[in-house]
């Protein structure tokens, strides 16, 4: 048989360029790729979590040493409830007892929650050291490993704190999705459906004949995964620093994060976001800002990979948290607006006019 072939994406940013390489059996020849990568690199540390380490640790860490790198490795407790100041600490703390120098780099293994951290800490160790991302769930694959954002949480609320450090190189392997609880391979299809509405009706109508699943071939999961890369790459490298065009990025996303914060964060971001797109496709396509038909479109997509398309929540409720989003400016919120598959774009509304976008969109019950 043979081996799968990878892919390489190329991500060219104002303040640099690096590789992603998707594909297989990455985890286990990851460390002649860093090398290359970071050629000057005296050390490496990885960081993982407690659910990944188990199966992907002790491989990662011994390409890395059988390529000449001395690595010393540090496991934070896995989920979002431990992206805070203390883990972060924590991770600087191993930083500095393994002798890590400014030209030492970190190798975040894990999902956003590791990547997120992990890049933070690399971000700010000795003013900034070099980062490796090896995201091993289909989100951080296709969202947050590219782009150069990291963040930690605080008390009050998400990412409040971070950076924006971009990646020497980004490693997705996609045989480490084998091993993801279903809910969590399926939050990552939620920011796929979410990129093809963007940007791709080629890959959009795919996926509605063709869902993918957790058990599709490398060949197939390497290529939507690629696909998906390639769509972020190409909105972050047209604004790096989330000005105008990398807000459409956030598309199903304020709605989803007020259905989000209204289940109490026990349904996954993704299928919020999922249930999010749909609400305010069919929003906007009642109040004629989007092509007649999209709304179906969206919501026949959406639950081929068995993501939600509504939401139980009151309409009260999801007003109020909607109207609670970071993207309020005074007595205006600017939301995404899908206009047909492949486009969107940025509108600014009143919350007399998000009422209304919330009573169109999420009255359909499931
Ligand atoms: N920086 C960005 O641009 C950006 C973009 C989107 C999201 N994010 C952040 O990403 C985070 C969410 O990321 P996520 O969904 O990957 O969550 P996560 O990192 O918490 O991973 C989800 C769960 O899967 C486990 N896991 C990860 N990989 C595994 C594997 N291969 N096998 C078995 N278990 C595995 C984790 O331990 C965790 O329990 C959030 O904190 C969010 O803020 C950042
Ligand atoms: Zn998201």
Known sequence: MNPTSSKLIHVDTASGSYDVVVGTDLVSSCGERIRAAVPKADAAIVVSDT?????????????IVDAGLPCSAFVVPAGETNKNLGTYGQILQAMAEASLTRDSVVVALGGGVVGDMAGFAAATYMRGIRVVQMPTTLLSM???????????????????????????????????????????????????VKHTVLASPALFDELTERPVSQDASNEHLIDVVSQ??????????????????????????TLGHAIEAANGYTLGHGHCVAAGLCCIARA????????PGLARQIERCTAAQDLPTTTDISLDEIYRQATHDKKRHGSTINVVVPVCIGAARIQTITLDEMRTLVELGCSARG
Request: hydrophobic letters at 40%.
């Open 51 to 63: 659910n990944v380490a188990p199966h992907y640790l002790s491989t990662t860490v011994a390409s």
């Open 142 to 192: 296709v969202d947050s490993s590219v782009g150069g954002k990291t963040a930690i949480d605080l008390a009050v609320g998400k990412n409040l704190v971070g950076a924006f450090l971009q990646p020497s190189l980004v490693l997705a392997d996609v045989c480490t999705l084998a091993t993801l609880e279903a809910e969590v391979f399926a939050d990552g299809m939620g920011e796929v």
């Open 228 to 253: 998906n890369i390639e769509i972020k790459r190409d909105v972050v490298s047209a604004d790096e620093r989330e000005h105008g065009l990398r807000q459409t990025l956030n598309l199903g996303h």
């Open 284 to 291: 906007t396509e009642e109040l004629g800002w989007s092509e």
